[in-house]
C-alpha cells in the first residue's frame, strides 16, 4: 500500500503491522495531549509540583533528553569535523533523535512555564547573567540547526526525491553540513555546559554549587562531558533496540564497537572529573559553608548509595566495559554496558533536579519529597510517545541507516 | 553575634556595601514573637493576596511571610520553642534569584536596596524559586479569585498578580512611594522614616518586627542590627540578607545560621 514511499533495498513491516505498532502510541499521545490542555487552561495545579518542589519530573525529563540526545551533536562532530566515516552508518538516526529529544524538551518546557506566550521576553529583554538566557538561546538556535539536518533526510524520501526542486535543495544543503556540524557542536557544547551551570551556580542551594573556572561553575564541564558520553551510548542503544525490533541488521558491528568505544574513552575522563568533584566539593566547598557535605546524605531515600550508584554502577563499570571491552566482548555485554550509561545520565540529572530541591537549606526546615500528578506523567510519555511515532515514521519512511541495503545484500559483511 | 561578620569562608566573601542612598532592613525579635499569625493576615490583605482554593495545601499556598515553628530537641520541662517568620530576606549581595532569572523580572532598586519581582515580565519559569534557599518565593498556581464582594476591598495601591507567575514580599514598596509622593507634595526630598513601615510590622502587636533604613546611624534598625544577640538566616552561604532577626537565646542563633545541619526540631 505504502511501498512506493519505502527506501529502496530495505523492507518494511506491513501496513497492518506497522498500523497495529503506531495506534497504543498514538493513544499514549492523545492522552498526554488531554493532559497538556489542562496543564495549559487550568495552570499548573494541575501538577503536584509546589513552592518547594518548584521544579518537578518535566525538567528531570528536560535534562534528560537534551543529554541523551547529545548523540547527535556529537555524531556530527566526528563525522563532518573529525571525518569518523564510519559513524556515517549512524548519523541520520543520530539527527532523527537528537531532534525528537530537542523538540521534545521544548515542547514540555512550553507547558512548564506559568505563561508560554511570554518566551520571546527571553529574547528581548535577557538577562545575560542568567545559565538559563544562554540555555534559551542555544537550544532555539539547535533545534533549528537540527530541523535543517532533517531535512535532507526527509527529501531523500524515494517519492520526495522525485521532486527536482526538492533534490536539488537537498543537494545543497549536503555542502554547508559541516558548517552546520560545527554550528550545532558549539550550540550543544554551550548550553549542556549551561544546563550543568543552572545548577552549578546556585549559591544558595549547598548540595548543588560547585566551583568552577571563571564564571562556569564544575557542573559546567561535566554536564557536556556527561553529555558527549551518554550522546553515542544512546545511539548505540537505540540502534541495537531498532535492529531488534524490525529483525534486521541495520549496521555492521565494528559501528557498535566504535561508538562504544568513544563513549567508554569520554565515560571514563567523565568519572575521573566526576570523582575530583565530587572529593572537592566534600572537602572543599561544603566545608567553605561551614557545614558537612556528608550531612547532605543523612536523608532517606537519598542516602551515600545513591553517590555509589552514580559513580561506580552506572559510571566506573560501564566505561570500564567498554573502554577495555569494545573490540572483544560481545555485542550483549557493550548494550547493557550503554544501558547502564544512559541510567547514570537520568540518575544524575535526577540528582540535580529532584534531590537537590528535596533537601532543606534552613535548618529549621523539612525534607521534603514529591510524587508528580498524572497529569505530568502523561504529559511526560506524550514526548516519549511523540519520539516513538517520529522515529517509527523516519524509520519506515527514510534511509536511516545507509549500510542497511548493503548489510541485506551481503550479511557477511555485518 | 556575627551580623556583619563576612565570615572566613572562602568560597561567600561579603563584599563593601554599594548602595548609596538607602538601606531598608528589619529587626525582627524571635523573643518576642507568639506565632500568630497577624503579620501573614496583615500582608496578604495588604498586597492582595486572594484567598487560596480549596484545593490548594499549605506548600501550594500563597503566605510571602511563612512562619516556622521550632524547638531545642529537649524534652518537658526544658523544651523551648521558637517561631521564626520568614519573608524574602532581600539579600543584598549576589541574591540569588536577581541572577539566575533569564528575563530580567528580578530587580534589585540601587537606591533602596528593596528586591523587586516584576510580574508582568515573569515568564513563570520557578528558577528564582529553585535558587532561593529561605523559600521565600511562591508561584501563583491559581487565577486569583475572590469570593463575590471582597473584591471591593482590594488595595488600589498593588496589582493583583496573574495565574502562572512568581511573587514574593517587596517590603510593602508602594508604601515607600506613597510616602515618597506625600513627602514631594509637602516640598520635602526625603520621606518621613514613620512613613514608611510595611503592613507586617505595622500589624505585630508584640512589637517583635522593627523596620527602617540599616544606613542611618540614628535609625533602630541600625542599632539592632549591630547588637550581639542578632544574626541573619544562612550567614554562611554570603547572600547578605537586609533581614536581621534577634535572640538572647544561643540555641535559636544557632538554629537560623546553620545551613541543614539539624534534623528533627521542625514543626512546619
Not at chain 1, 518542589?53 to 562532530?77: Q, R
Not at chain 1, 553515542?232 to 558491528?253: A, C, G
Not at chain 2, 492582595?48 to 501550594?60: A, C, F, G, K, M
Amino acid at each position: 500500500m505504502d511501498s512506493h514511499l519505502v527506501a529502496r533495498g530495505v523492507k518494511r513491516a506491513s501496513p497492518g503491522r506497522f498500523v497495529m505498532w503506531i495506534i497504543p502510541w498514538t493513544l499514549i499521545l492523545a492522552i498526554g495531549l488531554y493532559a497538556t490542555y489542562l496543564c495549559l487552561s487550568r495552570g499548573l495545579n494541575q501538577t503536584n509540583m509546589d513552592n518547594r518542589f518548584a521544579f518537578g519530573l518535566w525538567i528531570f525529563l528536560d535534562l534528560s533528553v537534551i543529554a541523551l540526545g547529545a548523540g547527535a551533536f556529537f555524531t556530527g562532530f566526528l563525522v563532518y569535523i573529525l571525518k569518523r566515516d564510519e559513524l556515517r552508518a549512524v548519523i541520520n538516526s543520530a539527527v532523527v533523535l537528537g531532534f525528537i529529544c530537542y523538540s521534545g524538551a521544548v515542547l514540555v518546557l512550553m507547558v512548564d512555564v506559568g505563561q508560554p506566550l511570554r518566551a520571546w521576553f527571553t529574547f528581548w529583554h535577557p538577562n545575560v547573567h542568567s545559565m538559563l538566557t544562554e540555555v534559551t538561546f542555544c537550544i532555539t538556535c539547535y533545534l533549528t540547526v537540527l530541523a535543517i539536518e532533517y531535512a535532507p533526510v526527509v527529501l531523500k524520501n524515494r517519492k520526495l526525491k522525485e521532486i527536482p526542486g526538492f533534490l536539488v535543495f537537498e543537494f545543497e544543503l549536503h555542502k554547508v553540513m559541516p558548517i552546520l556540524a560545527g554550528v550545532g557542536t558549539f550550540l550543544s557544547f554551550f548550553h549542556q555546559g549551561s544546563l550543568g551551570g543552572l545548577y552549578g551556580v546556585l549559591q544558595g542551594r549547598p548540595f548543588a554549587f560547585r566551583e568552577g573556572i571563571a564564571i562556569w561553575p564544575s557542573t559546567f564541564f561535566l554536564f557536556i562531558i556527561s553529555a558527549a558520553a551518554a550522546g553515542p551510548s544512546f545511539i548505540l542503544l537505540s540502534t541495537w533496540m531498532v535492529s531488534r525490533l524490525s529483525r534486521k541488521k541495520l549496521v555492521s558491528e565494528n559501528v557498535y564497537r566504535l561508538l562504544a568505544k568513544i563513549s567508554g574513552a569520554l565515560l571514563t575522563v567523565y568519572v575521573f572529573l566526576k570523582s575530583i568533584d565530587t572529593l572537592t566539593w566534600l572537602n572543599r566547598t561544603a566545608p567553605g559553608f561551614g557545614l558537612s557535605g556528608m550531612s547532605f546524605f543523612l536523608w532517606a531515600p537519598f542516602n551515600v548509595w545513591i553517590l555509589f550508584v552514580e559513580i561506580i554502577v552506572f559510571g566506573l563499570i560501564p566505561a570500564m566495559l567498554m573502554l577495555v571491552g569494545s573490540g572483544k566482548l560481545r555485542l550483549g555485554w557493550l548494550v547493557l554496558s550503554s544501558s547502564l550509561v544512559c541510567c547514570g545520565i537520568l540518575l544524575n540529572r535526577f540528582v540535580m533536579t529532584i534531590q537537590t530541591l528535596a533537601l532543606p537549606t534552613l535548618a529549621f526546615d523539612k525534607f521534603m519529597l514529591y510524587t508528580p500528578s498524572w497529569q505530568e506523567v502523561a504529559t511526560f510519555l506524550f514526548v516519549v510517545a511523540y519520539g516513538t511515532i517520529i522515529y517509527s515514521l523516519s524509520f519506515r519512511y527514510l534511509r536511516l541507516f545507509p549500510q542497511e541495503t548493503d548489510l541485506k545484500q551481503n550479511p557477511r559483511r555485518s | 553575634m556575627a551580623n556583619n561578620d563576612s565570615r572566613n569562608f572562602p568560597v561567600v566573601a561579603e563584599p563593601e556595601q554599594k548602595f548609596s542612598k538607602a538601606r531598608y532592613g528589619m529587626i525582627i525579635d524571635l523573643d518576642r514573637c507568639t506565632g500568630c499569625g497577624a503579620c501573614l493576615v496583615a500582608c496578604a490583605i495588604e498586597n492582595n493576596v486572594p484567598p487560596d482554593p480549596p484545593t490548594s495545601t499549605e506548600r501550594t499556598g500563597i503566605t510571602p511571610i511563612r512562619v516556622y515553628r521550632a524547638d531545642n530537641g529537649k524534652s518537658f520541662p526544658d523544651n523551648e520553642s521558637v517561631f521564626f517568620p520568614v519573608s524574602c530576606q532581600q539579600c543584598d549581595h549576589h541574591a540569588p534569584c536577581v541572577s539566575v532569572c533569564p528575563q530580567k523580572a528580578v530587580e534589585v532598586d540601587p537606591t533602596t536596596g528593596i528586591v523587586g519581582q516584576i510580574p508582568v515580565r515573569c515568564l513563570g519559569c520557578r528558577y528564582c524559586m529553585a535558587a532561593c534557599p529561605y523559600h521565600a518565593r511562591y508561584f501563583n498556581w491559581w487565577d486569583p479569585v475572590w469570593p463575590k464582594g471582597m473584591e471591593e476591598a482590594l488595595n488600589p495601591d498593588v496589582s493583583p498578580r496573574m495565574r502562572g507567575v512568581v511573587e514574593k514580599c517587596n517590603f510593602c514598596f508602594h508604601r515607600l512611594q506613597a510616602a515618597r509622593t506625600k513627602a514631594a507634595a509637602e516640598g520635602k526630598r526625603e520621606i518621613d522614616p514613620a512613613d514608611y513601615v510595611p503592613a507586617c510590622v505595622e500589624a505585630c502587636p508584640a512589637k517583635a518586627m522593627t523596620f527602617g533604613d540599616l544606613l542611618d546611624e540614628d535609625s533602630e534598625v541600625s542599632r539592632l542590627s549591630k547588637d550581639r544577640i542578632s544574626f541573619r538566616l544562612l550567614e554562611n552561604l554570603g547572600t547578605g540578607p537586609k533581614v536581621y532577626y534577634r535572640s538572647e537565646r544561643e540555641w535559636v542563633r544557632t538554629l537560623g545560621e546553620e545551613v541543614v545541619a539539624t534534623k528533627g526540631n521542625v514543626h512546619g
